[in-house]
DNA sequence: GTGGTCTAGACCACT
DNA sequence: GTGGTCTAGACCACT
């Protein structure tokens, strides 16, 4: 299980859940998160973030839609990491 | 009439309306609004900050509600400004 | 111009927007909100009740759904009550 | 659940709430939304009509009003169908 | 000026 | 997970 000691910026004018997507992505990047840890559940990370849960959804969803993770009902959620999707959002290959 | 060449920043994150009123509240300041003078029209105003002319009126609302401008129905809208409230945003005076 | 000396109560959980229909429908129901009368605007309302402006329209879309309000671009919203409605919103006619 | 392949005309004069209530009708008079079949979520359909989750509710809050859709937290929105009331309001009966 | 429409974002209740 | 509620902000149409 991860371990995180992070909170997003209530007081930033960018979003929360963007904060956690950006975050998260930053710790995938840094290998810190490697694939296959799981992720805190969703619960657990609202209380850790100190914020909404659906704020945790909101950001896991798009995550997930990036291919970055993958969340099984019941089973919490794993980094299935994707290199270049992460890579892609940096700045864009020039092939 | 006042001259105006300045715009809001519709990149800011700083709301629009809130852009104008600061604006708006630094001529004064500055004595280069003063009291007596006329605004252009809210349509005028909307063209020349590229804006909606209903966010002009939710600025010119606020200047009203401070006191600082009058607009009278068909007669356009006048600086009655008022030096307490200015300084008073700058900052509170200590009696 | 009616007055309106009322809040709805942010502690309820009653829907905020919901207590704005309840109470407009008793002020009707009354009397005290008589056909022809016209609403202060809703930024007013929004002020009054000390809630957002899409919570005001949100109770005034209902209000206008059955038939008790009429909201004109430019011109405000009247009262064209309907007695009957209101009445079987109390307890259905047993005929 | 329902598929969807069409999209409100962002350009059209006609709001797009209203043109996702009429599509919504017009699918359900058409019997392709029988009683009982599931919408896609809120956020599901957002992303569908390229609109604001906000838009939706807005659609779905007058389809509710009407009968004809039902919406419980957690669970998801499906069709409770009312053919008399999507008969009404093509043209009145003439009794 | 004012009602109407729309977006973006956040939280809650209930499952 | 998903519907429901709410805020803040902006634009448009019509008067």
Redesign the pocket.
Known sequence: MLTINWK?D?E?S??????IIDYSKDRMRNGEWTIGSKLPT?REL?KIF??????????L?ELKAEGLIE????KGTSIVNNTWSLLASISPPNW
Do not use: C, F, H, W
């Open positions: 997003p209530k930033s960018i979003p929360l859940y963007k904060q969703q609202a100190e914020v909404n849960r659906s704020t945790i959804v909101e950001a969803d969340g099984k009902s019941g």
